[in-house]
């Protein structure tokens, strides 16, 4: 991680009401983007993230998720969420090339749906009409109480996307290989919403989301 720091004399006045300027005119003229919103996803720095509560809506971009019309057994592959329904969304950095794993453990054992999605050359827009690139792992595997679910071949996950229902599908997903730098989206679901909160533990995967090198000054300009 590098800081760069800069210091413009008797310029610093006018650096920060333009950057001011520009910021408000940027969320005056569309939606602030919440937790529930794609572009306002919660950055996860560390191995385990407790989420006390869940969401009920789906923020102020509800659409960013591609519902399949039909039967839902039929969605894999492709976009197996039915919509975002009760959403959270979290944004993961690689730091070294490995295998993804995590395990979202409901607080109730609820019914938790979930997708990840991978950003690197993408952007949030992309999700809806290039599901079948972007999207790298989904569950939809829906009976409550359903207990922990996430990526694990280990836990018996041999699929990247699981449908609705019970026959065919599995409450697990299986092993995901991701590269240094790559940027990930999660989106987690609670399709009960009860309001129960769960955590998301990545201590199973080889590849690290923490960036454990601390920050060092680059270059001083004065």
Same mark, same amino acid.
């Given at each position: 991680m590098k800081i760069v720091l800069l210091v413009v004399r008797n310029s610093l006045f006018f650096i920060f009401h333009f950057a001011f300027f520009v910021l408000h005119f940027s969320f005056s003229c569309a939606q602030v983007p919440t937790v529930q919103d794609c572009l306002g996803a919660i950055?996860?720095?560390?191995?385990?993230?407790?989420?006390?509560?869940?969401?009920? =809506?789906? =923020?102020?971009?509800?659409n960013e998720i591609y519902n399949r019309p039909g039967d839902c057994t039929q969605d894999c592959p492709g976009s197996c969420l039915d919509g975002e329904i009760n959403s959270v969304w979290y944004v993961i950095t690689v730091?070294?090339? +490995?295998?993804?794993?995590?395990?979202?453990d409901p607080g109730n054992n609820d019914d938790f749906d979930?997708?990840?999605?991978?950003?690197?050359?993408?952007?949030?827009?992309?999700?809806?009409?290039?599901?079948?690139?972007?999207?790298?792992?989904?569950?939809?595997?829906?009976?409550?109480?359903? =207990?922990l679910t996430g990526i694990s071949s280990e836990n018996g996950g041999t699929?990247?996307?699981?449908?609705? +229902?019970?026959?065919?599908?599995?409450?697990?997903?299986?092993?995901?290989?991701?590269?240094?730098?790559?940027?990930?989206?999660?989106?987690?679901?609670?399709?009960? =919403?009860?309001?129960?909160?769960?955590?998301?533990n990545f201590g199973a995967s080889t590849a690290r989301i923490s960036d454990?090198?601390?920050?060092?000054?680059d270059t001083v300009f004065t």
């Amino acid at each position: 991680m590098k800081i760069v720091l800069l210091v413009v004399r008797n310029s610093l006045f006018f650096i920060f009401h333009f950057a001011f300027f520009v910021l408000h005119f940027s969320f005056s003229c569309a939606q602030v983007p919440t937790v529930q919103d794609c572009l306002g996803a919660i950055p996860i720095c560390q191995e385990a993230y407790i989420e006390y509560d869940t969401y009920s =809506g789906s =923020g102020h971009y509800p659409n960013e998720i591609y519902n399949r019309p039909g039967d839902c057994t039929q969605d894999c592959p492709g976009s197996c969420l039915d919509g975002e329904i009760n959403s959270v969304w979290y944004v993961i950095t690689v730091q070294n090339d +490995g295998i993804l794993r995590f395990a979202i453990d409901p607080g109730n054992n609820d019914d938790f749906d979930w997708a990840l999605y991978d950003l690197t050359n993408h952007s949030c827009s992309d999700i809806y009409t290039d599901y079948l690139i972007v999207q790298k792992s989904c569950n939809a595997y829906g009976y409550s109480p359903n =207990g922990l679910t996430g990526i694990s071949s280990e836990n018996g996950g041999t699929s990247d996307c699981n449908h609705c +229902g019970s026959s065919g599908t599995k409450i697990w997903n299986s092993d995901l290989y991701v590269t240094e730098g790559s940027v990930y989206v999660l989106v987690v679901e609670d399709w009960i =919403g009860t309001g129960d909160g769960f955590t998301i533990n990545f201590g199973a995967s080889t590849a690290r989301i923490s960036d454990e090198n601390p920050p060092q000054l680059d270059t001083v300009f004065t």
